[in-house]
């Protein structure tokens, strides 16, 4: 065998050497020929040793950091920040995707691939959602995204809205999902398309509804009107809706709601094993905006000196616990603040056995901040207020809009060595989902508490 082997690599490079000799007398035109036919092979070969290497490259926090320096995109931030929200905030809701389309027209002639490669009409996955907050519409849109990758189907791009409570003013703000995540990051491993191109060619009309259980559509009536007014679609009556149906069982409906897929974990519509590929796959791609990641970089550099530190988010819910029923507020209020005093005993010896001397306190009760640093014996306390002109500049500008100070505030806990985590919280769970993504520690307040309050979910 290793004669024969040796005896073909000869006649191989006999053949080849007369042919390169052949093309070398007959000049450059040759000479263009011989590259045309080699340059396509180192093309792919290329193209295939970058999918290799981006397939083994470890994902890390240093994602999240910035390839230029402060200096030179410090003043730009504010600056593309203040252009987003003025074009955000004066587009009606339906109008929000209407710049896009005309940017990107051919996107509406885009068609899904079939597993043998053939093309079919485009299908579509448009994801519903109460809105019950910022963070439990971002759960809902990363289990549509799995949602879109296993069905084949193009996502429509939702429109997130700010709560009420966070705003000045009584309409709910609107964002929109480039705003938010890095949709060419996401675009690499599913298809987007826009509410009017899925208007355009659904006839403004959603066919089926994929939900959970008939609790899951107990507020349908309420929000039916909602999604009417935000993307000009009509969906079916709580009457013509089926529940327990699955993506395998509508692959003939071309345009299909999700409802809520974030809460659907007694009856997924997709298979559990299959459901985890695809949620692993999605970690590597999902990611916050690159205006919001610049943002993060900014304070978290200078913050602490720019050392490890430990973050923490407190979630003060006294509004929330006595907003639906009679309860005794003083008596809740006295139970969050010895909660206070024990967290800020408990918390040092939390970072005294980790040997760090820096945290960072994610909230906006002011109560809980006093009685924390008046009773903790750490070097550094640092919170929202602390986070200040002239050391971080144009920062004001920045928290002045409350949805994206949050996803800011939310990249600082992730960036963090140390995460305490309030357990029942869509906002710690948002940082929890891009932490598990990094695989980051990760703990619970209620864990480290030496005492915790009967009747409190911390």
């Known amino acids: ?73 410090e003043a730009a931030i504010i600056l593309d920040h203040e252009a987003d929200i003025s074009k955000t905030t004066s587009t009606p809701k339906k109008d929000m995707y209407q710049q896009k389309n005309r940017d990107n027209e051919e996107t509406h002639n885009m068609v899904n691939k ?111 009107p909602m999604y009417r007014q935000a993307y000009s679609i009509n969906v079916p009556s709580v009457t013509d809706i089926s529940t327990h149906l699955t993506l395998d069982k509508l692959t003939s409906v071309r345009c299909l709601g999700t409802y809520e897929p974030g809460f659907r974990h007694s009856s997924p519509s997709l298979p559990e094993d299959v459901r985890d590929e695809l949620s692993r796959k999605l970690t590597t791609h999902y990611f916050m905006s690159k205006k919001i990641r610049k943002s993060i970089d900014s304070i978290t550099q200078k913050m602490c000196n720019g050392e490890p530190y430990v973050a923490m988010h407190w979630r003060n819910r006294v509004q929330e616990v006595c907003m639906s029923r009679t309860c005794n507020i003083t008596a809740y209020v006295m139970k969050m603040n010895k909660t206070s005093e024990v967290a800020a005993k408990d918390v040092t ?32 306390i640092i919170s929202t207020e602390d986070i200040k002109q002239p050391k971080y500049p144009n920062v004001d500008k920045l928290q002045e809009d409350n949805y994206f100070w949050s996803l800011i505030e939310q990249g600082i806990c992730i960036h963090s060595k140390f995460f305490i985590s309030w357990k029942h919280s869509g906002w710690s769970g948002t940082v929890k989902d891009f932490r598990r993504s990094i695989n980051v520690p990760i703990d619970y307040l209620y864990q480290i508490l030496s005492w915790t309050p009967e009747g409190i979910g911390l």
């Open 114 to 224: 079939k597993e043998d490669g053939s093309s079919s009409p485009r299908r579509y996955l448009f994801v519903l959602f109460n809105y019950i907050g910022p963070n439990q519409e971002y759960r809902h849109f990363r289990s549509a995204v799995v949602e879109a990758m296993y069905s084949n189907r193009s996502l429509v791009m939702p429109i997130f809205f700010a709560l009420k409570a966070f705003q000045e003013s009584d309409a709910y703000d609107q964002k929109n999902v480039e705003e938010t995540f890095d949709i060419d990051q996401l675009k690499q491993i599913v298809d987007f398309a826009t509410p009017d191109e899925y208007n355009k060619d659904c006839n403004n009309t959603i066919e089926r509804v994929i939900v959970g259980t008939p609790d899951s559509i107990k507020n349908w009536d309420k929000f039916e």
């Open 1 to 73: 065998m290793g004669f024969w082997r040796l005896f073909r690599l000869i006649v191989i490079y006999v053949i080849v050497s007369v042919t390169l000799v052949g093309w070398a007398t007959r000049g450059n035109n040759a000479l263009q020929k011989m590259a045309a036919i080699i340059t396509p092979y180192t093309d792919q070969v290329s193209r295939i040793l970058d999918i290799q290497n981006n397939q083994e490259k470890k994902i890390t926090l240093d994602y999240y950091e910035s390839n230029t320096t402060i200096a030179d995109h």
């Open 349 to 380: 010896r939390y970072m005294a056995e980790r040997n760090m001397t820096c945290i960072y306190l994610a909230t906006k009760d002011e109560n809980f901040l006093e009685i924390f640093k008046s009773a903790a014996e750490i070097p550094t």
